[in-house]
């Protein structure tokens, strides 16, 4: 699948790519820098390195409270904010498409959430927080009658989807769930036109491998980087 030019450089700055784009409709700030609500999540972004940018995500902080960036260079300066490096991640998009799922699953819904929280606080896929199943659809299985496994969605740039939070419960490995619902999610994003793509650490060899499998190829490394208020 060839990628657009625009849509390179739309993901080489997802958080705010989305938060102009398909998550418009979450964005708290203005035009210099945004935030994802508390509750959805920690991310945030700017529309560029100058001062101005810096103030006005700082104005989106509380005191104590860390944003998450993620972006293609690791910023260096920020007025106001105290920066700390965390590890960055491989930024993977899908080539191909795929067979739907063969297992039994569901469009998990607010009914899920409860125990969406609880699998994601047991295999720690990511920053998941009280309205994180909002960023878009999740799908799930569940075995005795428990919540198994799920894939969901998280940033929405125009013309492309994250796959994220793709996690199975430890009691119920080794039965392909993560495979199955990550090449169904995948299918449902190119189904609508846009590109799927995920981002994963270099050190989650075991994952790389399944993306790599179904058909995801590494296209960048993308810099991860805290920002708080200093004190």
């Given at each position: 699948m060839?990628i657009h030019?625009a849509?390179?450089?739309a993901?080489?700055?997802?958080?705010?790519?989305?938060?102009?784009?398909g998550?418009?409709?979450?964005?708290?700030?203005?035009?210099?820098?945004?935030?994802?609500?508390?509750?959805?999540?920690p991310?945030?972004?700017?529309?560029?390195?100058?001062?101005?940018?810096?103030?006005?995500?700082?104005a989106?902080?509380?005191?104590g409270?860390?944003a998450?960036?993620v972006?293609?260079?690791?910023?260096?300066?920020?007025?106001?904010?105290?920066?700390?490096?965390?590890?960055?991640?491989?930024?993977?998009?899908?080539?191909?498409?795929?067979?739907?799922?063969?297992?039994?699953?569901?469009?998990?819904?607010?009914?899920?959430?409860?125990?969406?929280?609880?699998?994601?606080?047991?295999t720690?896929?990511?920053?998941?927080a009280?309205?994180?199943?909002?960023?878009?659809?999740?799908?799930g299985?569940r075995?005795?009658?428990r919540?198994a496994?799920?894939?969901?969605?998280r940033?929405r740039?125009?013309?492309?989807?994250?796959?994220?939070?793709?996690?199975?419960?430890p009691?119920?490995?080794?039965?392909?769930?993560?495979?199955?619902?990550l090449?169904?999610?995948?299918r449902?994003?190119?189904?609508?036109?846009?590109?799927?793509?995920?981002?994963?650490?270099p050190?989650?060899r075991g994952a790389?491998?399944?993306?790599e499998s179904?058909?995801?190829?590494?296209r960048?490394q993308l810099?991860?980087?805290?920002?708080e208020?200093?004190?």
């Amino acid at each position: 699948m060839p990628i657009h030019p625009a849509l390179h450089a739309a993901l080489d700055r997802p958080v705010w790519s989305a938060l102009e784009g398909g998550h418009r409709h979450l964005a708290l700030g203005g035009p210099l820098a945004k935030r994802y609500p508390r509750e959805i999540g920690p991310f945030a972004a700017l529309a560029d390195d100058s001062p101005q940018a810096w103030e006005a995500l700082a104005a989106l902080l509380l005191p104590g409270e860390a944003a998450m960036l993620v972006t293609a260079t690791a910023p260096v300066r920020a007025p106001g904010l105290s920066l700390t490096p965390l590890d960055p991640v491989l930024q993977m998009v899908a080539t191909r498409d795929l067979a739907p799922a063969t297992l039994s699953f569901s469009v998990l819904g607010e009914a899920d959430a409860p125990e969406m929280r609880e699998l994601a606080g047991l295999t720690n896929p990511g920053p998941f927080a009280q309205r994180t199943h909002e960023l878009g659809e999740f799908l799930g299985v569940r075995a005795g009658g428990r919540l198994a496994a799920m894939a969901g969605e998280r940033m929405r740039p125009d013309g492309a989807v994250e796959v994220s939070a793709v996690c199975v419960h430890p009691e119920h490995r080794g039965q392909a769930y993560a495979r199955h619902l990550l090449a169904e999610r995948t299918r449902r994003i190119m189904a609508q036109g846009n590109q799927p793509f995920l981002h994963v650490y270099p050190s989650n060899r075991g994952a790389i491998a399944l993306y790599e499998s179904l058909g995801y190829v590494v296209r960048r490394q993308l810099h991860l980087t805290r920002a708080e208020l200093s004190s």
